[in-house]
C-alpha cells in the first residue's frame, strides 16, 4: 500500500489524501468522504477545515508525482522497464514483447491500451498510459510479486502530463509518427517533440530502439547515441524479406551479416515492423536471436489488432486503426491477400481531432472497393456533423452511410462473397459504443460471432 491516494473511495486507513482539482471532479469536494474511509491526513491546495492534519501546498498534483518520485522511484526502477511509443504500433510491439519474454519463464507484466497483465490476471485501465499514481501503485504490486520486467506503451499525453515521472528505462522503442492528437498537440513539430521526450526517461546505458523507415527516427538518433535501427534498410536488424501465408507471415532479417527466418501467425505489412521491433527488444535483453526463433510462432496478436474471424466463404477483420496511417497501412496490407473485394467498414470519433477525417474518408474510399461509413465513439458530438467532415473529403461514390454500427456490420457481412474481405476498423478491443456521455456495450468481434449464430453460418 502507497502512501497517498487521491479516490476518496479507495482510502485505506492510515493513507494520506491528496485533493487533486481535475476537469470534471475536484478532490476538494470529497475531503470528508475520504476522511470517513481512513486518511489520517489531508493535503490540499485551498484552506479547509478537517477532524485530520491538513498540509496546504501550492500545487497538489506537483506534490504528488515529488512524493511518488522520492519514496518509491529508485524501488520501482530495480525493474527493468521498456517503453515503447509512437502514433501506431504500441500496443502490439508491447503485447509481442511481453509474450516472448513470458514464453521464456521472465515474470513479465504489460501496462497498455488493452490493460494491466501480470500472470494471470488482467486489469482495466482508463487510459493507454494510466496516471502516475496509478502506475506506481501497480508497479509496487507487481514487484512484490517477483516481477522483473514490466513493457508499457507510453502516450504521447502521458509524456507531455508527466505520468511517467521518476521513470527509468532500460530499453525503449519508436515505432512511427503519423498524424493524430492534433487536438491536443496542434502541430507535428509538437507531437514529434513531446514523443522525444521519452529519451529523458533512458537511464544512461540505456538501449533505444528506432524505425529507420521513418523519417522522424532520425530525430531521435541525433538526441540519443545509443540506439538501434529496425527497417528495410536498417543498418541493425534489416528486414530482408517477409512473406503471408494462410497461418501468418514469415519475416527473414538480416543481423550482424548473419539471417535469420522467423515464422508468426500475425498478418500485415506493419505488424512486420511490430513483431521486428519486439524481436530486437528482447534479444537487447540477454536472449538470442535462435532461441526467439523457437518461439515466435507460439505468440498472438492482441485482441482486436487484425483479428480475424471466418465469415460465410469470406474473412471479416477487426483492427482498432483510427488514424489515417493506420488505416491505409490495415487496407494496403490486407489487399495484398485478397482475392477478391475489400469491404471497410470506417467511422471518426466525437469530440477528437476533426482534421484527419476527410483525409480517413478519402483513404478508406480510394483503398477499397466499397466502404460503409459508420458510427464510432460520437462522444457529445453530433454523429452528423463527424460523418460530414469524413465525407468531405470523399471524391469516389463506393460508400454508404449506416450511423448504427450493428447494422453497418451486418450490411458488411451480408455481402461477403468467396473470398472477399471486411475489415471492421476504429474499436479493435473496445467493447463499447460512447454515445453522449453513456457507455453502451458493444463489441465488434461479439457482434460477428453474433451474425455468425442468427445466419447459422
Known amino acids: 500500500m502507497l502512501k497517498y491516494e487521491t479516490d476518496s473511495r479507495k482510502i485505506q486507513k492510515g493513507q494520506v489524501f491528496v485533493a487533486i482539482p481535475g476537469h470534471t471532479v475536484d478532490g476538494h469536494d470529497y475531503i470528508e468522504n475520504a476522511i470517513l474511509n481512513g486518511a489520517s491526513e489531508v493535503i490540499a491546495e485551498k484552506d479547509v477545515k478537517a477532524s485530520v492534519p491538513v498540509h496546504k501546498v501550492a500545487n497538489t498534483s506537483i506534490f504528488l508525482k515529488e512524493e511518488l518520485k522520492k519514496l518509491y522511484a529508485d524501488r520501482i526502477n530495480e525493474l527493468k522497464i521498456i517503453g515503447v511509443t509512437g502514433t501506431n504500433g504500441k500496443t502490439t510491439t508491447c503485447y509481442l514483447t511481453y509474450q516472448l519474454l513470458k514464453k521464456l519463464g521472465v515474470k513479465v507484466a504489460y501496462m497498455g491500451t488493452i490493460g494491466f497483465y501480470f500472470e494471470e490476471e488482467v486489469k482495466p485501465l482508463q487510459n493507454t498510459t494510466p496516471d502516475i499514481l496509478t502506475i506506481y501503485k501497480l508497479f509496487t504490486e507487481v514487484l512484490e510479486k517477483g516481477c522483473t520486467t514490466i513493457v508499457m506503451e507510453v502516450s504521447s499525453h502521458s509524456i507531455d502530463l508527466e505520468r511517467i515521472y521518476g521513470l527509468k528505462f532500460s530499453l525503449g522503442a519508436f515505432t512511427n509518427l503519423t498524424e493524430d492528437h492534433l487536438d491536443y498537440h496542434k502541430t507535428m513539430e509538437n507531437y514529434l517533440a513531446c514523443k522525444l521526450k521519452i529519451l529523458n526517461y533512458l537511464k544512461k546505458e540505456g538501449i ?76 537487447n535483453l540477454g536472449y538470442s536471436l535462435e532461441e526467439l526463433q523457437r518461439i515466435s510462432q507460439e505468440i498472438l ?85 463527424i460523418m460530414d467532415d469524413i465525407i468531405s473529403g470523399i471524391q469516389k461514390k463506393n460508400y454508404e452511410v449506416i450511423f448504427d454500427r450493428k447494422q453497418a456490420i451486418n450490411k458488411a457481412l451480408d455481402m461477403i462473397e468467396k473470398d472477399d474481405i471486411v475489415l471492421i476498423l476504429g474499436k479493435g478491443h473496445e467493447n463499447y459504443q460512447i454515445i453522449g456521455k453513456e457507455r453502451i456495450h458493444f463489441d465488434d468481434v461479439e457482434q460477428i460471432i453474433n451474425y455468425q449464430k442468427e445466419h447459422e453460418f
Open 208 to 283: 533505444f530502439i528506432v524505425n529507420s523507415d521513418d523519417k522522424s527516427s532520425k530525430e531521435f538518433q541525433k538526441a540519443f547515441k545509443n540506439t538501434l535501427e529496425i527497417g528495410m534498410n536498417a543498418k541493425d536488424y534489416q528486414i530482408l524479406s517477409y512473406q503471408f501465408h494462410a497461418l501468418g507471415t514469415d519475416v527473414k532479417i538480416k543481423y550482424q551479416n548473419q539471417e535469420y527466418l522467423f515464422k508468426n501467425r500475425l498478418f500485415s505489412k506493419f505488424n512486420v515492423y511490430n513483431f521486428v521491433t519486439a524481436i530486437a527488444l528482447v534479444q
Open 301 to 385: 496478436p492482441p485482441k482486436g489488432r487484425c483479428e480475424a474471424c471466418r465469415v460465410k466463404e469470406g474473412q471479416a477483420i477487426v483492427d482498432y486503426a483510427h488514424t489515417p496511417d493506420a488505416v491505409e497501412k490495415v487496407i494496403d496490407s490486407f489487399k495484398e491477400l485478397a482475392k477478391a473485394r475489400i469491404i471497410t467498414v470506417i467511422g471518426c470519433g466525437g469530440d477528437r481531432d476533426p482534421y484527419k477525417r476527410p483525409i480517413m474518408g478519402k483513404m478508406a474510399t480510394e483503398k477499397s472497393d466499397y466502404v460503409i461509413l459508420t458510427n464510432d465513439n460520437p462522444r457529445t458530438e453530433d454523429p452528423r456533423r
